[in-house]
């Protein structure tokens, strides 16, 4: 009779279990992804082979239903944030996926340029301009910006990539006011605009709309890179190094695994990411020797400093290096460090 008992116990558990995984919930939950070595995913023509390896860093990312938000409570460099800071209003999951590869594959473009510019290698580009890929709800660009609009001219200025408008936008703080020409349908309008701060990120100020680089890329040797189901830009320090350690005689690496995160853009200047800690966490369990961070200028609060905190409290054995740009990173691995 327990027995049964028990047994009935456990099935009505089973199926509640069950039928609250399908629950969706408002909310994502993020956490240590992997570290995926490029070596295999990159390959330059007639490129140099090397002993260690560069890894970009993964964060797993999914949809909350009841069981997983609970589960995330109690786990540590778990984090579930509201859905909107993943997905725009009205997004769906393959909408979101979809922008998430395109903003992988400009950054790959962006790796592709600035390690062959360092390498001295044959590179040319073409660019047709900076256009909006998404809007945030509440942002001074909502109801001005929409996506497909193209980015013509911000303060009299133009940009030849999504990085650069980036990099003006940072040059100012909440409450500057900025104008903005856009181009929808063969026609220009203008706007001024006062930046707000990001919800997710009070320290930062900003219109509120993702962009995207519409270029085309020829390089010599010839490059290919098979990189699929990785979303983002974050994995751009990381792959242009690996591009420029084949274009190069010497082996930067130097027998070492080598891990990091950032964006980069076609000059070679490194950006912050999300998920540093995450990041941090998954590299120290796959091995890592060194860790490349977004320095950010050596801002209070960087990435760097938050990659810091999460390598001592792990008790993680990596070096964790601030970088601002991939020459940075370079002169480190040539200074630094010795073959292992």
């Known amino acids: 009779m327990l027995k049964r008992r028990f047994i009935r116990i456990a099935l009505l558990i089973m199926i509640i279990g069950a039928a609250l995984s399908f629950v969706k919930l408002p909310y994502y939950i993020t956490e240590p992804g992997e570290a995926t070595e490029l070596n295999p995913l990159i390959k330059v023509d007639g490129?140099?082979?090397e002993k260690g390896s560069f890894s970009l860093m993964t964060v797993k990312v999914g949809p909350a239903n009841p069981i997983t938000y609970l589960w995330a409570k109690v786990r540590p460099y778990h984090e579930i944030l509201p859905e909107d800071n993943f997905k725009q209003k009205g997004e769906s999951d393959e909408e979101y996926m979809k922008r998430q590869l395109q903003m992988m594959r400009d950054s790959q473009e962006n790796a592709m340029i600035a390690a062959y510019k360092r390498a001295g290698k044959t590179v040319s580009y073409t660019s047709n301009g900076?256009?909006?890929?998404?809007?945030?709800?509440?942002?001074?660009a909502k109801g001005k910006?929409?996506?497909?609009?193209?980015?013509?001219?911000?303060?009299?200025?133009?940009?030849?990539?999504?990085?650069r408008f980036v990099r003006y936008i940072e040059t100012k703080k909440a409450g500057d006011t900025v104008k903005v020409v856009i181009e929808r349908d063969n026609k220009d309008a203008t706007y001024d605009m006062k930046l707000k701060t990001f919800k997710d990120d009070p320290n930062r100020a900003g219109l509120g709309v993702s962009l995207i680089t519409d270029r085309k890329v020829k390089v010599k040797p010839a490059v290919k890179m098979d990189i699929e189901n990785i979303g983002g830009p974050s994995a751009g320090l990381m792959m242009s190094m690996e591009i420029y350690n084949q274009l190069t005689?010497?082996?930067?690496?130097?027998?070492?695994?080598?891990?990091?995160?950032?964006?980069?853009?076609?000059?070679?200047?490194?950006?912050?990411i999300g998920g540093i800690s995450q990041k941090i966490v998954a590299a120290d369990r796959a091995g890592a020797d060194i860790f490349f961070a977004?320095?950010?200028?050596?801002?209070?609060?960087?990435n760097y400093e938050e990659a810091v905190k999460t390598a001592k409290d792990i008790n993680s054995d990596m070096k964790i290096v601030p970088v601002d740009t991939m020459d940075d990173a370079i002169e480190y691995l040539n200074k630094k460090v010795k073959s292992a």
């Open 47 to 49: 490129g140099y082979s």
């Open 130 to 140: 900076v256009y909006a890929m998404a809007v945030v709800d509440g942002m001074p």
């Open 145 to 163: 910006i929409k996506v497909g609009d193209k980015i013509k001219k911000v303060d009299g200025k133009t940009f030849q990539s999504a990085e």
């Open 249 to 272: 005689k010497q082996d930067e690496t130097k027998g070492h695994h080598i891990a990091g995160t950032g964006t980069i853009d076609d000059e070679g200047k490194v950006g912050p």
């Open 294 to 302: 977004p320095n950010e200028g050596g801002r209070k609060g960087s």
